[in-house]
């Protein structure tokens, strides 16, 4: 039988999908920010999820936010890419409770602090990808870079208020 974890993801899922589509890929400051929160949906996939499931989610997040954006593979090829290096990042961003039974990623069970350089590792590495394979070009390395850092820290700041507001907090 399929537990209230499988489908508060299905949820998730589509309410990442759909937040991506209609609100944030409306926000484009200037051309250097575009804001990308479904990230968020690979970030707090559980640790126990095998990594196959994992990139079979993965591609088809970003098969969905394609479909809706016409961008040809780009969300698929770096979601993908997101989920392939997400276990070196909870390796890297290291905390002994990563491995403990029923640990879900996120502020609640790893605290802030953890889940900041979490996301940001992951959401660094996905726009990285996301825009080099965009622009497929280092003319504009700079300017592409920029991209990436403001990007980068747009959407992080984005997913960790989600986060913090859509969890119910331990007391």
């Known amino acids: 039988m399929l537990n209230r974890s499988f489908f508060i993801n299905i949820l998730r899922f589509i309410a990442v999908v759909l937040a991506q589509v209609f609100i944030f890929n409306k926000l484009n400051f200037g051309g250097i920010a575009n804001p990308m929160i479904y990230p968020l949906f690979i970030i707090l996939l559980p640790f126990e999820t095998n990594n196959n499931l994992n990139l079979i989610v993965a591609f088809m997040l970003g098969l969905s936010v394609d479909l809706f954006t ?16 997400r276990p070196l990042a909870y390796r890297v961003i290291s905390s002994n409770r990563v491995y403990e039974s029923g640990i879900k990623p996120g502020i609640n069970d ?15 590495a996905h726009h990285f990808f996301f825009f080099y394979i965009e622009s497929f070009s280092f003319n504009e390395f700079w300017h592409t870079l920029l991209k990436i850092i403001i990007s980068t820290l747009l959407s992080s700041l984005f997913i960790i208020i989600l986060d913090f507001i859509f969890k119910p907090h331990k007391k």
């Not at 016409?70 to 290096?85: D, N, R």
């Not at 790893?110 to 660094?124: A, H, P």
């Open 70 to 85: 016409g961008s040809m593979g780009l969300h698929t090829s770096a979601a993908v890419f997101t989920a392939f290096i």
């Open 110 to 124: 790893l605290g802030i602090r953890w889940f900041i350089s979490y996301t940001f590792f992951l959401v660094f």
